[in-house]
């Protein structure tokens, strides 16, 4: 027989809320809400800044800064290029940066930046470009 408590449990389950139920024999039935676990913004520093050193920097850097475009400082992308801005925070699918790296323009003769990096790039900018 399918208890109120289990029906409740699996219909939380099913809606992605975790309930904690307290019961007794004689005891009207109570159930609080866990929220799940906070989403971590994404780190410009610790999670970005690598992927751009691995796939940018060989051309997008202090040293070899093509198009006026540096990708190895918070600053530098924040400026962009001498064409304009490539990260318009709040807003991956308007960013420049994002959109180079889907088309497989950028890098230019380097190894495509993995689907699982850009996700942060992108997740990066749409939490808004924090310098964090």
């Known amino acids: 027989m399918l208890l109120r408590s289990d029906l409740i449990a699996a219909l939380a389950v099913t809606a992605g809320i975790g309930l904690a139920v307290q019961s007794g024999a004689d005891a009207p039935l109570k159930a609080t809400a866990i929220m799940p676990d906070a989403h971590l913004e994404v780190s410009f520093a610790t999670e970005v800044m690598p992927i751009l050193e691995r796939?940018?920097?060989?051309?997008?850097?202090?040293?070899?800064?093509?198009?006026?475009?540096?990708?190895?400082?918070?600053?530098g992308v924040m400026a962009g290029s001498d064409y304009g801005t490539v990260v318009e925070a709040g807003d991956a699918d308007a960013s420049l940066l994002v959109d180079m790296i889907i088309s497989g323009d950028m890098p230019d003769g380097g190894d495509p930046v993995p689907a699982e990096?850009?996700?942060?790039?992108?997740?990066?900018?749409?939490?808004?470009?924090?310098?964090?």
């Open 55 to 75: 796939y940018c920097w060989e051309c997008h850097s202090e040293d070899s800064a093509e198009l006026g475009l540096k990708l190895d400082t918070y600053e």
């Open 117 to 132: 990096e850009l996700d942060v790039i992108k997740a990066w900018i749409t939490e808004g470009a924090l310098n964090n």
